[in-house]
């Protein structure tokens, strides 16, 4: 009885249509096979405009790993009459540019021969280049010189922001390449020229300097982060087959390899008009600018082959993965399981799930860090991406307790799902926030470009305004069936992190080595406050209480006494310097 | 010419109705644009002084089922005692997460969740604030809800405690990324270690937190007097204001003023500052001292480093050190402003161990140059436009409207230049190059910078062989090296012995 009057205030509750509120999306397709969506707005006179390349790092091959990636940053270094003042002697020197190139990867491959041999250890070091490539380099530069003399530096961005343009940016993912930008709405006109000049005759100059931009940008999101190198190494441990395996950004072996020719191919075959979707969102007619945007991208021929799909799939997962880092992290679990793409008749199911999880009163929250106690915070993700998908649970174990029974803990609130059904009042509550959801992603202009950008980019558009409703549709048992399904133990991958001792990092150096998890946050807070400690004569104490106690201490006890003991007496030594 | 000559003049030249098969042309400065006026709202028309205290912007939006209420507090970390650093964070947080004197916790986190309602609270370094946002159907339990975390919060001993636990295990973590490590000794080096917004949590500061220090914290300064409020959405405004004045009515306990922002800053004698970390990219900031918002020589000064380094991509630091050289992903600089205080004028970047030297000597040469010589017209030009014609996006939301006047409210910016939004176009158009030339003089010294820099030493040191710039010559040539600090404590740690 009571059960039914909280589902019946739960309904109740829910005055509001709960998915009436679609995205009025205008739909065009261009005869060259762009697709163009198009949506109104007159809140504020901008236009947010961007287009998606359908192409990511999962097109891509082991030896160009990165290339879509490096696309993205090429697409900003102009066209022959923007960024140079010559445009003939600008396209010489690029060919120059080139032959010296090939000369210089040759000698790489003899480098890279010396490195299989053990001659060298690291071919990446300035000391490590040959007395050739060093001469080749010095000719590179020459030319680099006489280039740069003829640059009209980063004029694709100055044209823009002169112009009162704002945000502009791209980004790369596996599935998709994606361009934006908002400008005022009275210059469309110069968002068509702009974005369809360089889709038309875009001109890669500066390759190299921004190849060794992009490596800077892999060090820092990647290897100087305290996790990145093991996610990307778990990632790859994750995907077997699937080119998910590799990272965006790209190996480190492959950015440096990559020759313009297969730059060049690699753009006809996916940057041609039918792999690509432009956006407008903003202050515009429809009519106007759909006309607008067929005189400039109309131009642009269509490509000779259509581009291919991605073939490979991932092989069936038939065993538990485990993968054990030691990171300057705290201790803390990532936990993985192949799922399903985008669009799947799952995956809405698999939304629902990641919410019942999610939050302040989700699953793992309340389960492990309110009742239990066993973490400080949790998390977890579906990602259905375009051509395969994952489900991610992770947390961040509380100080003292083990990884092993946080993830036992987390295996059992997940388990629950996959046996019980979800109690209507809470399911209800994951899909009001669904609902409301689809009223504040239309608060901004730029938020809807960006939202269509990335929908087209993995199962298509119109899934923005199809989701909603078969959320809502979702009932308790597709819950429990697809946690059963999907999040069984041969289907996922466990990443467990603890922290790696070094200079100031939080505890676990070699004496706290022989403390048990529960005593070492212990250890380190009487060590923190015996370090501040500035009486003496009050360490004393604490030692000849310690000496008192010894005697009837339990051997488990013993190790921690005596990192104490150790704390203590280092402690003395410094207020009380010998003389 | 005369006006009359001009508008035939472009009668001529732009044709009344664009042909469609017209040519297109080879350079963008061909196209011509429709004219585009635009006027920024006013804030005399969405201000509401209310009877029960607080200054309200009330900004009606039908277009979609939601409202958002802001309330900006007057408060802020700069009060934590020393070595009670953290109360104002913890008091901010548990304002609305450690439940209300009618509800624990926990149910007023079910019902927000059911209601699909976010309610959020935070104080930082110095205002507080307090967001609720939820469907227009909601309302009015929303604003109860409020009300009730405003004026009667719980502060739960478990949700105390439970956040003491977050908090400490987020400092054991303060040295793991380099960024966190830079971040402290830019506040230390740029203030002086003594500076209110140069402290830092430490695990003895937290562990001190009492109930009574929230709940004291809270008496004091959470009140409609201390209070500045934005609502934007779905409402009447006739119907809105009524609900404001109840919300903040007969508030049970009266608060106090706080005391002025301290603005006492000393930055450090210049020099290079190094902390050793074994990562292989240096993390570098170069600070000068810089001004605040409200100085008359603001506005050039952010025209002048929108040149400099703050214009992405069309800035010269950007053009050098990434596009040119490959040195770096981002690379920019900026003019901090700060409304109580001077924050630093901070260039900085990260780059691979090898080439820190190399990029930090192009930057400070960026610095002296600018200051050295006239920018171009061009370089003038562009950074004008920008402003001026992105300066809608300012206003792009109604949200954006209620919570930009409600912060100048509360700022003082509204009281001291009632006008700023409508002249600030008019103002930026009249800064010339020499004022440019002027201002980078006045505050860009290169010889008085303090450089931070967070990497790996030995590799650092050692420089590039291409390059010849060594870290050592920078900036008055005294190189000293900061010790790594231990996360928790901020207790200086031993330093590993240089390697040959």
């Given at each position: 009885m009571k059960c039914l009057l909280i589902a019946v205030a739960a309904v109740a509750t829910?005055?509001?249509?709960?998915f009436a509120q679609k995205i009025p999306v205008v739909e065009k397709q261009l005869p060259n096979g762009f697709r163009l969506l198009l949506v109104e707005r007159h809140e504020e006179p901008r236009i947010a405009g961007g287009w998606v390349a359908h192409v990511g790092s999962a097109n891509e091959r082991p030896g160009i790993t990165g290339m879509a990636h490096l696309f993205e940053h090429m697409m900003f270094k102009g066209t022959p009459t923007l960024g140079t003042k010559d445009a003939k002697r600008d396209l010489e020197i690029i060919d120059e540019q080139e032959r010296v190139r090939d000369q210089m990867r040759a000698e790489e491959t003899l480098m890279r021969a010396a490195l299989r041999r053990g001659d060298v250890e690291d071919i990446t070091r300035p000391e490590a280049r040959t007395p050739r490539y060093k001469a080749l380099e010095e000719q590179f530069k020459k030319l680099v010189d006489e280039q740069r003399a003829l640059l009209v530096k980063n004029e694709f961005d100055r044209?823009?922001?002169?112009?009162?343009?704002?945000?502009?940016?791209?980004?790369?993912?596996?599935?998709?390449?994606?361009?934006?930008?908002?400008?005022?709405?009275?210059?469309?006109?110069?968002w068509c020229w702009m974005e369809s000049e360089r889709l038309l005759h875009p001109v890669f100059r500066e390759f190299y300097a921004e190849r060794d931009v992009v490596f800077e940008?892999?060090?820092?999101?990647?290897?100087?982060?305290?996790?990145?190198?093991?996610?990307?190494?778990?990632n790859a441990m994750f995907w077997d087959a699937h080119p998910y395996n590799w990272p965006v950004l790209g190996w480190p072996s492959d950015i440096p390899a990559i020759t313009k020719k297969q730059a060049d191919d690699f753009y006809a075959l996916y940057y041609q008009p039918q792999n690509i979707t432009l956006v407008l969102v903003g202050d515009f007619k429809p009519d106007d600018a759909e006309?607008?945007?067929?005189?400039?991208?109309?131009?642009?021929?269509?490509?000779?082959?259509p581009p291919p799909e991605v073939l490979t799939q991932e092989i069936p997962s038939y065993a538990e993965k485990r993968y054990n880092a030691e990171a300057e992290t705290n201790p803390q679990l990532d936990i993985v399981w192949h799922a399903v793409a985008a669009g799947h008749r799952d995956s809405y199911a698999l939304e629902v799930l990641e919410q019942l999880l999610n939050g302040r009163t989700g699953r793992l929250y309340k389960g492990l860090v309110l009742g239990r106690q066993l973490a400080t915070d949790a998390g977890a993700g579906n990602q259905s991406r375009k051509w395969a998908g994952m489900f991610e649970v992770s947390a961040e174990a509380k100080d003292g307790v083990s990884l092993d029974d946080l993830e036992r803990a987390l295996h059992e609130e997940l388990d629950r799902l996959a046996r019980e059904p979800v109690p209507a009042e809470e399911l209800q509550k994951v899909k009001n926030n669904f609902a409301a959801a689809e009223y504040r992603r239309l608060t901004s202009t730029f938020g809807i470009l960006y939202r269509l950008i990335h929908a087209e980019g993995v199962a298509g558009w119109r899934e923005i305004n199809e989701a909603g409703p078969r959320i809502q549709a979702v009932a308790p048992e597709d819950v429990r069936r697809v946690a059963a399904k999907y999040l069984s133990k041969e289907n996922r991958a466990v990443a467990r992190y603890t922290r790696k001792a070094g200079p100031g990092t939080a505890g676990d150096d070699d004496e706290l080595a022989g403390l048990s998890p529960e005593q070492k946050p212990i250890a380190r807070q009487i060590s923190s406050s015996v370090k501040q400690e500035k009486d003496a004569a009050q360490l004393r104490q604490m030692l000849a209480q310690m000496q008192a106690k010894a005697a009837q201490g339990d051997p488990k006890r013993q190790q921690l006494a005596k990192f104490i003991k150790?704390?203590?007496?280092?402690?003395?030594?410094e207020l009380e310097p010998k003389k | 010419m005369k006006p009359l000559a001009l508008a035939v003049l472009l009668a001529i030249s732009l044709p009344a109705t664009r042909p469609i098969a017209a040519e297109i042309p080879d350079r963008p400065e061909k196209l011509r644009f429709p004219k585009l006026a635009y006027d920024p709202p006013n804030p005399a028309d969405y201000r509401v002084p209310l009877k029960s205290?607080?200054?309200?912007?009330?900004?009606?939006?039908?277009?979609?089922p939601l409202v958002t209420v802001t309330v900006l507090v007057r408060t802020g970390a700069y009060l934590d005692p020393r070595g009670r650093e953290g109360i104002a964070d913890f008091a901010g947080h548990l304002l609305v997460r450690g439940g209300t004197q009618s509800r624990k916790a926990e149910e007023l986190e079910e019902r927000l969740a059911f209601l699909?309602?976010?309610?959020?609270s935070a104080v930082g370094e110095e205002s507080g604030t307090v967001t609720l946002n939820l469907l227009s159907k909601d309302l009015p339990e929303g604003l109860a809800l409020l009300r009730e975390v405003l004026s009667a919060p719980r502060f739960q001993a478990d949700k105390l405690e439970l956040y003491r636990q977050q908090t400490l295990q987020s400092l054991q973590q303060r040295n793991d990324d380099s960024s966190s490590i830079h971040a402290r000794e830019v506040e230390s080096l740029a203030y002086g270690t003594d500076f209110w917004a140069a402290r830092q949590l430490t695990g003895s500061s937290i562990a001190s937190i009492a109930v009574e220090d929230l709940r004291a914290f809270h008496r004091k300064w959470f009140h409609p007097a201390n209070f500045t409020v934005a609502v934007s959405g779905d409402f009447d405004r006739g119907a809105i204001v009524p609900k404001l004045e109840a919300l903040f009515a007969d508030w049970p306990f009266a608060g106090e003023k706080p005391p002025a922002i301290p603005t006492d800053t000393r930055m450090a004698q210049p020099g290079v500052y190094l902390v050793n970390k074994d990562v292989n990219q240096g993390r570098v900031s170069v600070l000068l001292p810089g001004l605040k918002r409200d100085?008359?020589?603001?506005?050039?000064?952010?025209?002048?480093?929108?040149?400099?380094?703050?214009?992405?991509?069309?800035?010269?630091?950007?053009?050098?050190?990434?596009?040119?050289?490959?040195?770096?992903?981002?690379?920019?600089?900026?003019?901090?402003?700060?409304?109580?205080?001077?924050?630093?004028?901070?260039a900085g970047f990260e780059t691979k161990s090898r080439t820190v030297a190399y990029a930090s000597r192009i930057v400070l040469d960026e610095i002296q140059r600018i200051a050295a010589a006239p920018v171009t017209d061009e370089e003038l030009n562009t950074t004008k436009r920008s402003l001026v014609d992105s300066f809608p996006d300012t206003f792009s939301t109604k949200g954006r409207v209620a919570g930009q006047f409600a912060n100048d409210e509360f700022t003082g910016r509204f009281e001291k230049d009632p006008a700023f939004w409508q002249k600030l176009r008019g103002r930026v158009e009249a800064i010339d190059k020499d004022e440019v030339q002027r201002v980078a003089r006045k505050y860009l010294h290169p010889e008085r910078a303090v450089i931070v820099v967070v990497g790996q030493r030995d590799e650092i040191l050692k420089g590039h062989p291409d390059h010849p710039a060594k870290l050592g010559e920078l900036s008055g040539g005294k190189v000293t090296e900061l010790p790594l600090r231990d996360p928790v404590t901020l207790e200086p740690l031993p330093s590993d012995p240089p390697k040959r």
């Open positions: 829910l005055g509001f249509p709960a044209v823009y922001t002169t112009a009162g343009a704002s945000k502009m940016n791209a980004f790369t993912t596996e599935d998709m390449t994606g361009y934006f930008i908002e400008v005022p709405s009275n210059k469309l006109e110069l940008e892999r060090r820092m999101r990647t290897e100087s982060t305290p996790t990145g190198r093991f996610q990307e190494q778990f006309a607008m945007v067929a005189r400039y991208f109309g131009r642009i021929p269509k490509g000779n082959q150790g704390v203590v007496e280092r402690r003395l030594a | 205290g607080p200054i309200a912007y009330v900004v009606p939006d039908r277009t979609l699909a309602a976010g309610l959020s100085d008359p020589d603001y506005l050039a000064v952010r025209v002048m480093n929108d040149i400099l380094g703050g214009g992405g991509f069309t800035s010269r630091i950007m053009n050098r050190v990434r596009s040119d050289e490959g040195l770096a992903y981002g690379a920019s600089s900026q003019f901090g402003g700060g409304t109580s205080f001077a924050r630093p004028f901070a």
